[in-house]
């Protein structure tokens, strides 16, 4: 670059770019604190891709900020008037359980000024294509792009099922991009075998989500690599599954399945073989250590490829097959599987040469979306990531959550002691808004009190606020 393009440059202002995210990368939140405020957004997948994000757009000349995953419809004002451009990574957002957080989404975006761009959306079905469970709620897909589009150059999807999707209700601008999550490194992933083959003293990492070990024979895939491979550890995603290992919470519908590794009555559970990690930064780094990653758990097999570990992903819909098929990631269709499947055959079979070969295409075909929607990356026109590392590094993140088979006094101290703030603050506020709702009473009937004229009413309403305005519709609360 010239001098003279440098200086230019220089002399922009910065870009504030308001990111979808559950947390800042940066964010170091305490375990009790990450599972009472759900800063993994009910799966600790998404910051994966979010955290990918944060660190691809991050340049000198663009901060990014997270929004805390929140979708909230009466920011928009504020959001126009702080920020430059509102990014959201999305993974299946186009499924019907999806569908009310979509039509908030919708809602917010309708009232934004500034630009809007989608990083990699997806449809969820099953492995045949076939849309016709998305039919519904069509027209709530239909006004989340069509106001994306309207903000935007192109909508980033994940690979060719939703492309095709999105094309058939009419909709051109559509670009197959992938996931962020893949362009941590840039243009850069290398992935290789360490070891020949896998053997009983290889250490194995196994996913799944509950719906693959429940109804799609993932649990019996586990139990039969649990039984052949000793150092196997199952990594899990699920808010549920780290409430279950940190507080042994069963509450959740999900702790019905009790064939899952992160449920208290399975050996792996009593064996300490289970994790949940709520920073990709541990959940990478962790995966270095392994010789191999499998399961049906997308994101959980992309930090293994990331950490640079082999995985092979066992697709049961849309959304993991498309996604394996763009990034050409190995992957077998999980109905197609023999019952007893052993990972060492599918370590054998799995071959990392198109991955790898072709990332570099991929991530051109990424930035230049980037670029179409005027965002920078920083490997384009930054640091190529160097400074979000240095920063990373420098911090200290909480390990993965393990099970909670320890009954010490230092294990029940820490939890206690957690709990005990938690009920001093929550003392606090109720107190607080013991006295507002005191205050409240008594303005009311002040005001009930006085002639009801409007410019009373109108000071009235400047002292006490929201709550004499309910008092006076509803009655006193």
Same mark, same amino acid.
């Given at each position: 670059m010239a001098p003279k393009d440098r200086d230019v440059r220089s002399a922009l202002p910065p870009k504030r770019v308001l990111l979808r995210s559950g947390k800042s990368p940066y964010d170091v939140v305490p375990v009790e604190e990450a599972l009472?405020?759900? =800063?993994?957004?009910?799966?600790? @997948? !998404?910051?994966?891709?979010?955290?990918?994000?944060?660190?691809?757009? +991050?340049?000198?000349?663009t901060e990014?900020?997270?929004?805390?995953?929140?979708?909230?419809?009466?920011?928009?004002?504020?959001?126009? +008037?702080?920020?430059?451009?509102?990014v959201v990574p999305l993974a299946n957002a186009f499924r019907p359980s999806f569908e009310p957080q979509l039509k908030r989404l919708t809602r917010l975006i309708s009232r934004l000024r500034i630009p809007v761009v989608v990083l990699g959306v997806g449809a969820q079905t099953g492995l045949g294509y076939d849309p016709a469970r998305?039919?519904?709620?069509?027209?709530?897909?239909?006004?989340?792009?069509?106001? =994306?589009?309207d903000r935007s150059a192109s909508i980033g999807v994940r690979g060719e099922f939703t492309e095709q999707y999105l094309k058939d209700m009419g909709f051109r601008d559509v670009e197959v991009i992938g996931c962020p999550s893949l362009f941590l490194h840039g243009k850069d992933l290398t992935v290789r075998k360490r070891v020949p083959e896998l053997t009983a003293d290889s250490r194995i990492a196994v996913n799944g989500s509950h719906n693959a070990v429940r109804k799609q024979g993932m649990g019996r895939i586990i139990d039969r690599a649990h039984a052949r491979y000793p150092h196997l550890r199952y990594i899990g995603q699920n808010l549920s599954d780290a409430r279950q290992l940190h507080w042994r919470d069963l509450s959740d519908p999900n702790a019905r399945v009790t064939a899952m590794p992160t449920h208290p009555d399975h050996p792996m559970y009593r064996e300490d073989k289970v994790r949940v990690y709520i920073d990709p930064v541990t959940w990478i780094d962790d995966l270095r250590a392994f010789d191999y990653s499998f399961g049906?758990?997308?994101? @959980?097999?992309?930090?293994?490829? &990331? #950490? @640079?570990?082999?995985?092979? =992903?066992?697709?049961?819909?849309?959304? *993991?097959?498309e996604l394996c098929r763009y990034f050409e990631i190995p992957h077998r269709r999980i109905d197609e599987l023999p019952a007893d499947v052993d990972p060492a055959t599918l370590y054998e079979e799995a071959d990392f040469g198109a991955l790898t070969g072709n990332h570099h295409q991929r991530f051109e075909r990424f930035t230049a979306f980037l670029d179409?929607?005027? &965002? +920078? !990356? *920083?490997? *384009?026109? @930054?640091?190529?990531?160097?400074?979000?590392?240095?920063?990373?590094?420098?911090?200290?993140?909480?390990?993965?959550?393990?099970p909670w088979n320890d009954t010490g006094i230092a294990e029940l101290g820490a939890r206690f002691g957690w709990l005990n703030s938690r009920v001093t603050e929550l003392t606090a506020d109720n107190a607080r808004l013991k006295r507002e709702l005191a205050r #409240?009473?008594?303005?009311?009937?002040?005001? #009930?009190?006085?002639?009801?004229?409007?410019? =009373?009413?109108?000071? #009235?309403r400047r002292v006490v606020g929201r709550p004499l305005r309910r008092a006076l519709q509803g009655g006193r609360p």
């Open positions: 009472h405020r759900d =800063v993994i957004a009910t799966n600790s @997948g !998404n910051l994966i891709f979010s955290d990918a994000a944060h660190k691809i757009l +991050q340049t000198p000349h990014v900020v997270s929004n805390g995953i929140r979708s909230d419809v009466s920011a928009a004002s504020r959001i126009n +008037q702080e920020y430059d451009a509102f998305l039919k519904p709620m069509e027209p709530a897909v239909r006004e989340f792009v069509s106001a =994306v589009l049906s758990r997308i994101h @959980g097999n992309i930090a293994a490829l &990331l #950490a @640079g570990t082999p995985a092979t =992903v066992l697709c049961g819909d849309s959304r *993991t097959l179409r929607n005027g &965002l +920078q !990356n *920083t490997f *384009t026109h @930054g640091d190529g990531g160097a400074a979000f590392d240095r920063r990373m590094r420098s911090l200290a993140f909480p390990p993965g959550i393990r #409240a009473r008594t303005g009311a009937k002040a005001a #009930a009190a006085a002639p009801v004229t409007a410019s =009373v009413y109108r000071k #009235a």
